[in-house]
């Protein structure tokens, strides 16, 4: 059987997006005959802004991502913080820098999933998957949302958790918080879900 080529593309300020994307790509790397490929797309800020606002070094073990390698890729986990309820504008220019891909629709058919960070509770978990889907749209991807396929952890009131049927979430309230245990386990879930969408669609093309 072929491999199942899974891009999971992040972008991470703080690092709360950049933990979850390795719990995704845990969990899609845990279906056989998935090579699932963390790739972060470029920073926008300069080294001055990000010192003031005391961003950490990025992972350097993670690539930076061009977008005519997205074509390369069978299926997608785009993963990103929110601003004002969209993804964040770095991940938005990467998404404009596509435009090729768009012309000659590249893209289409392929799934993609799409995970999170919100600040708080009013900061966008639903609206800014929800936003982001038109990007998508535009290239004939098919979005893969995660449903309540999460079972008993898409309806914990014990706990705050972010994530919701649109795919794995977390919040980071004023930064200091990270990723929970049962967010953790929900990005490996979403990993492998989308991971065994996107095979089962490999070996089962859309007829022309």
């Known amino acids: 059987m072929a491999t199942t080529k899974l891009y999971i593309v992040y972008y991470s300020l703080y690092g709360h997006v950049g933990t979850m994307a390795r719990e995704v790509q845990r969990g ?11 790739w972060q797309v470029p920073e926008t800020l300069s080294d001055v802004i990000l010192q003031k606002m005391k961003a950490p070094a990025k992972a350097d073990d993670v690539p930076e991502i061009r977008p005519e390698q997205l074509a390369d ?21 990467f998404f404009d820098a596509t435009h090729e891909l768009w012309e000659s629709q590249a893209l289409a058919g392929k ?3 799409i995970f999170w960070s919100t600040g708080f509770h009013g900061g966008g978990q639903e609206l800014t998957a929800l936003t982001a889907v038109t990007q998508l749209a535009h290239h004939g991807m098919i979005f893969v949302p995660l449903g309540y396929t999460f079972g008993s952890g898409m309806f ?15 919040y980071a309230a004023d930064g200091s918080r990270k990723p929970t245990e049962l967010e953790l386990q929900q990005a490996f879930h979403q990993g492998k879900y989308v991971a065994e969408i996107t095979t089962k669609l490999k070996n089962k093309p859309l007829s022309a």
């Open 28 to 38: 899609a790397n845990a279906v056989q005959g998935v090579e699932a490929t963390l």
């Open 73 to 93: 890729a069978d299926g997608f986990l785009f993963g990103f913080p929110s601003r004002f309820g969209v993804m964040a504008a770095q991940f938005k220019a």
């Open 111 to 113: 799934p993609a999933g």
């Open 156 to 170: 914990e009131m014990n706990e705050v958790k972010g994530g919701s049927s649109y795919g794995a979430g977390t």
